[in-house]
């Protein structure tokens, strides 16, 4: 590529499956780089924050690598970032996880066990999405279209910035948004075509360079 | 609850798909990733690899399969066979893999389905169980090891599927050695003695030789999922066929 490296990063905090994340980008034609250098993501064009495991290790790894200031910039100054699983709860301003922690805080909300009385937990597999208002990053994307999910916890936005729902148990919060500030409770690495989809219209929104 | 899954398992030796398959427009029909590749395209919700290598030494191969198949495959697999410890799980995880299927390794210590569950969370671990029915009017069944040619000593089934739950399993994917092969369907009775058995998701297996014999396993054998390999790389049934053979018997499919 002529344009230098990959503008859209993939915040690594050591947890959580980066590479399927990079993968997945790659296939629709979008580079994408894993750093954890703040510099680097102080720079970036577009943000994904991945991520498995639990809420306060993860904050404490960010705070750790000193990359809970960058994103928080880019995401002020306008650049996409984007959530996913764990990172989309890590988008809200705290979470009940093991006691209580706080989040990054760029959207309003907290994080909670999901209400699931008689179903197992963690939530795990393929659940329809229910379109709960137009956005950019799911243009494309059918109402009822199946997504992959593995998490115990939800996030409650605030009713604007819900995008997409699901149910297990409890209707949840499955696609959030507010401006340039979005997240997917699901992984769209593993959920097939659509969530390709998904990661390509988020790649659209950056000036990431595209390679297809 | 989540909708049921269908998933094809491909049986892979030294890197390579060990079962023939049937399509023409495959350029390479002993590259597992291709195959698995296609089967993502046609609506598979999950795969597993079942690496039948015999040798240690082809520890790196599946290592290498795991990182090729995250590379073209963007839907979870699981990876089994020849996984003994944390580390081994480690290297298949770290390279794309979503799940870990253990069987031997956890007969033979079973601590080690805490242990890789404490690392990775219950979600990643699979314990794959290879059952065969005993004679007699009751219905029990042995556990087997060695691709059915060992029986384990002292296990039954359905005790060791609940002791595998108890212990941070995830998942129990269930073989009737008796139908494996046989293309006569699952072993319902088992299925369902060991789903009605565990709080953890079972995933059917063995036997599949028509598409409502997957309908059955869930219907009636009470399973969260159904696993089927032949029947798919022979080309005789297509993955879109199957789902449609499930939603028609009632059962919420993607």
Request: proline residues 5%; negative net charge.
């Amino acid at each position: 590529m002529s344009a230098g490296p990959p503008q859209l990063k993939i915040a690594d905090y050591g947890m959580g499956n980066l590479r399927s994340v990079a993968k997945a980008f790659e296939h629709v034609g979008v580079q994408a780089a894993v750093s954890s250098d703040p510099a680097e993501l102080a720079a970036a064009e577009g943000i994904v924050l991945p991520g498995v495991g639990a809420f306060p290790e993860a904050m404490r790894e960010i705070g750790r690598r000193g990359i809970g200031e960058p994103i928080a910039s880019r995401a002020a100054a306008g650049v996409p970032v984007l959530g996913i699983c764990l990172g989309m709860q890590l988008l809200f301003e705290s979470s009940a996880e093991h006691g209580g922690s706080s989040g990054l805080g760029l959207l309003p909300g907290t994080v909670e066990p999901l209400r699931a009385p008689g179903l197992k937990l963690p939530h795990i597999g393929w659940a329809h999405l229910r379109l709960e208002r137009e956005a950019g990053l799911t243009a494309g994307i059918r109402d009822g279209e199946p997504f992959y999910f593995v998490h115990s916890f939800a996030a409650h936005p605030e009713p604007g910035d819900l995008i997409a729902s699901a149910e297990y148990g409890e209707r949840f919060a499955a696609v959030v948004g507010r401006g340039n500030v979005l997240g997917t409770q699901f992984h769209p690495e593993k959920s097939s075509a659509a969530g390709l989809r998904m990661l390509a219209n988020f790649a659209a929104m950056t000036t990431a360079p595209a390679t297809a | 609850m989540p909708l049921k899954r269908l998933i094809p398992c491909l049986d892979v030796d030294a890197g390579r798909v060990v079962k023939g398959t049937n399509f023409v427009d495959i350029r390479d029909a002993g590259d597992p990733v291709e195959l698995a590749a296609r089967y993502d395209a046609e609506g598979a919700d999950e795969l597993v690899f079942l690496d039948i290598t015999a040798s240690h030494e082809d520890r790196d191969t599946i290592v290498q399969l795991a990182r090729r198949t995250a590379d073209e495959v963007f839907i979870p697999f699981t990876i089994g066979g020849g996984i003994r410890s944390v580390a081994d799980a480690q290297a298949v995880l770290d390279a794309g893999a979503d799940k870990v299927g253990v069987n031997s390794a956890a007969l033979a210590r079973p601590e080690l389905i805490g242990e890789l569950a404490e690392v990775f969370g219950s979600q990643c671990v699979v314990v794959a169980i290879d059952a065969r029915r005993v004679s007699g009017p009751e219905p029990v069944w042995d556990v087997y090891v060695a691709g059915g040619r060992r029986r384990v000593e002292g296990r039954e089934a359905v005790a060791w599927a609940i002791e595998a739950a108890e212990r941070g399993a995830g998942e129990i994917l269930l073989t009737s050695m008796d139908r494996d092969g046989t293309e006569d369907g699952y072993d319902l009775e088992l299925t369902r003695a060991v789903a009605d058995a565990v709080p953890i998701p079972v995933i059917a297996s063995g036997g599949v030789g028509t598409l409502d014999h997957l309908a059955a396993g869930i219907v009636e054998g009470g399973a969260d999922a159904v696993l089927a390999a032949s029947i798919f790389h022979y080309g005789r049934h297509s993955i879109a066929a199957a789902k449609q053979a499930m939603r028609a018997a009632g059962i919420d499919v993607r």
